[in-house]
């Protein structure tokens, strides 16, 4: 997940060269061109990928084409740049890109992307000359933002029809939002876009040849598996430090979509995860410190956009948010939150008791564990501190605290749960079983270990459930998958993301010989802003190993299927491992030996009919499938109104209508309605909590 965050540094690109010889980059007037030092680091990763990693990838023609389709798709996602002229000259490099990687030949892949870097401030030049022109907002046409299933270009007019109604999306927006129509000041607004488009290309040609050569890398290791990655200097020490120590921030994990800045991970324990008002895929429009002015940063580079989220603990921040799903036309909410110190490794198992009441009329008592990852303090494991912080430690002193309170039956909460230690989910299954195998691990020699439990004893032997999601992935889905198979307990939820591989973190000065290491610094074209203590060479992590469930199944792109389910917005098509074009498949190997505890099969089957006539008649069920119908309405939506009317009655009716669906929900938890000019409320019912604590009420009857 966090190649993610490298992967638009300033939209750039990847390799492409091959059986023609080396572009001239210097006689094509390109100023980006790759150093010494990058194209030694570009062979050794290919000789990596190909000997060392699990899944040696053969440097071939059809490998190339998948460099080359990352490349293209990386660079202009939306194809608002590059012409279909450009693409045709590009096809030359298509079939040899990995090829010229084995030879450290990246010419080809600089000649694209200084390409890119042309059409893009030619394009952002024309939108600045449009910013004065005269805009007619009672026309009736359209504007489309993302154009991934329409042709390239074909012309420079096209272009510029397309960055003319781009101009006039954004004045139109700008006025939209202002509170008082009659007072909107057009002069201000100008200036406003004008500060904007210069800031875009500022930033382009902000881009060194660091910063093409990282997203370069990002295309070829994506190319391969999406959890291969290699960092350069930088980011391999902002990596590291991010897997075992602090940031300050408000807690999400960022990635570039569309120049829009997007939340791809909530960090548990941090400012956004507390307040519960940010949600993955919203995308932030604008960023204010403080009480001070709004800053839009639509379009930057994401390290600069961040630079601007992140800060010192205890400062405020606000942002303003489109929500995910929502179409562009919908008005941004504020969000403030307080930045703070997030200690990664403090990152904790927490508990609480949900009441349910029974069928039989009586009172049952639902202990729910909600664990954001799999953690351990490992520097604390090797000073020998007996005291020292992990997953298995915590959940276990909760589970005995719950036992104190006599509850009837715990469910264990791993939805957005990434993962994390593999030690730990092998042990945290070992709280819920006497002994025996968890998961099995095969590494690139097919060579086959089992990790087992082997402490006999359970710290909870009564009714058990799991609930995950879509996000659930990697140590989650090995948990998961463990008390599903030995019929421990029920899985409830939707499918996981299907993470089944292994990466080990290597320092890429290991692979890099004396010689060439001289070679870099004769060139002296070294990475001068290379951070003390950082991996002088960067950093690649590199697929290893691939995770087994003990019945031999994968978890790698399956995922983990809940025993019963609840409808979810997040497909497979879009979201999770099988969303991966490289992604390694699923297959499967022969299962360990291990003892069923129970047959849950048909338990499992009266608890999914019990649990579909019971939403049936919920009204908490119904607002679940609106959500979810509204998510995949507006990801059909690609193009607004540029009709003043038309897109402020639209703005109005979805205004109306989310006031509407919010004091619904808010009726049914019998709470004050959400009146004209309050801030938007809170909803913090959770109805699939909710539900899964009375599945587990089923669960408790059945069994009686």
């Given at each position: 997940?966090?190649?993610?965050?490298?992967?638009?540094?300033?939209?750039?690109?990847v390799v492409a060269c091959g059986a023609k010889p080396?572009?001239?980059?210097?006689?094509?007037?390109?100023?980006?061109?790759?150093?010494?030092?990058?194209?030694i680091i570009a062979k050794e990763v290919a000789n990596l990928l190909e000997?060392?990693?699990?899944?040696?990838?053969?440097?071939?023609?059809?490998?190339s084409n998948i460099i080359y389709n990352n490349l293209i798709e990386t660079i202009d996602p939306g194809k608002n740049y590059l012409l279909q002229s450009d693409i045709d000259d590009f096809q030359q490099y298509k079939n040899s890109i990995s090829q010229d990687f084995r030879k450290g030949d990246l010419t080809s892949t600089f000649?694209?992307?200084?390409?890119?870097?042309?059409?893009?401030?030619?394009?952002?030049?024309?939108a600045l000359a449009q910013i004065d022109a005269v805009h007619d907002f009672t026309l009736d046409e359209n504007y489309t933002s993302f154009r991934e299933k329409l042709p390239w270009f074909r012309t420079a007019a096209e272009v510029k029809d397309q960055w003319r109604k781009r101009v006039k999306y954004d004045l139109l927006n700008l006025k939209l939002a202002s509170t008082d129509s009659a007072k909107f000041d057009l002069d201000k607004s100008k200036e406003s876009l004008r500060s904007r488009y210069n800031n875009l290309i500022s930033q382009i040609k902000k881009t060194n040849a660091n910063d093409a050569f990282q997203v370069i890398m990002t295309s070829f290791t994506d190319a391969v598996d999406p959890h291969t990655n290699y960092f350069n200097p930088s980011l391999a020490q902002g990596f590291n430090e991010s897997m075992s120590n602090t940031l300050e921030g408000i807690g999400a994990q960022l990635q570039m979509e569309n120049e829009m800045v997007t939340i791809k991970m909530i960090i548990a324990g941090g400012p956004a995860f507390k307040e519960k008002s940010l949600q993955i895929n919203d995308r932030i429009v604008a960023v204010a410190q403080g009480n001070g002015e709004f800053e839009d940063i639509i379009g930057w580079r994401l390290d600069a956009a961040v630079a601007k989220i992140k800060g010192k603990k205890g400062t405020v921040v606000r942002l303003k948010v489109l929500p995910a799903g929502a179409a562009l036309s919908t008005p941004p909410k504020t969000v403030t939150l307080t930045r703070e110190k997030i200690v990664l490794s403090e990152e904790s198992a927490k508990r609480k008791i949900q009441t349910v009441k029974g069928t039989d009329g009586k009172a049952y008592k639902v202990g729910i564990i909600d664990l954001p990852k799999f953690y351990i303090d490992f520097e604390a494991v090797r000073r020998g501190d007996p005291d020292y912080k992990s997953t298995t430690r915590d959940v276990r002193l909760i589970i005995d605290s719950l036992k104190r309170d006599g509850v009837d039956a715990i469910v264990m909460d791993l939805r957005n749960n990434g993962g994390g230690s593999l030690v730990e989910a092998v042990e945290l299954t070992g709280l819920f079983i006497d002994k025996g195998p968890v998961v099995q691990v095969r590494d690139t020699r097919n060579r086959v270990q089992v990790d087992s439990d082997e402490e006999p004893g359970l710290a909870w032997e009564g009714p058990f459930g799991v609930i995950i999601n879509r996000f659930s992935a990697s140590a989650s889905e090995i948990f998961a998958g463990a008390i599903q198979d030995y019929g421990r307990g029920v899985i409830l939820g939707s499918t996981s993301y299907g993470k089944g591989t292994v990466q080990s973190a290597v320092d890429m000065s290991r692979f890099i010989s004396a010689t060439n290491k001289i070679l870099i610094k004769a060139a002296g074209n070294n990475d001068p802003d290379t951070p003390n203590g950082a991996p002088e060479f960067g950093q690649i992590n590199i697929t290893m190993g691939k995770f087994y469930r003990i019945n031999g199944s994968?978890?790698?792109?399956?995922?983990?299927?809940?025993?019963?389910?609840?409808?979810?917005?997040?497909?497979?098509?879009k979201f999770g491992e099988s969303s991966e074009?490289?992604?390694?498949?699923?297959?499967?190997?022969?299962?360990?030996?291990?003892?069923?505890?129970?047959?849950l099969t048909g338990t499992n089957s009266k608890l999914e009919a019990l649990h579909k006539a019971r939403v049936q008649k919920s009204p908490a069920y119904s607002f679940l499938l609106e959500d979810i119908e509204e998510f995949n309405r507006a990801e059909q939506m690609p193009s607004v109104s540029l009709n003043e009317a038309e897109l402020k009655a639209e703005r109005e009716k979805n205004r109306l209508k989310l006031r509407d669906r919010i004091n619904k929900q808010l009726a049914f938890e019998g709470k004050p309605l959400w009146e004209e000019g309050q801030p938007q409320p809170k909803i913090e019912y959770?109805?699939?909590?909710?539900?899964?604590?009375k599945i587990m009420v089923d669960f408790i009857n059945l069994k009686k």
């Open positions: 997940m966090f190649k993610n965050l490298i992967f638009c540094l300033a939209l750039i690109s080396r572009v001239n980059l210097e006689k094509q007037g390109m100023e980006l061109r790759p150093t010494t030092q990058h194209e000997n060392v990693s699990y899944k040696k990838a053969t440097m071939n023609d059809s490998l000649y694209i992307f200084s390409k890119y870097v042309d059409r893009y401030l030619q394009a952002m030049n024309y994968s978890t790698q792109h399956k995922g983990v299927t809940p025993d019963v389910t609840f409808p979810t917005q997040y497909t497979a098509e074009p490289s992604a390694l498949p699923w297959d499967q190997i022969k299962p360990t030996n291990f003892s069923k505890i129970r047959e959770d109805f699939v909590l909710d539900e899964s604590a």
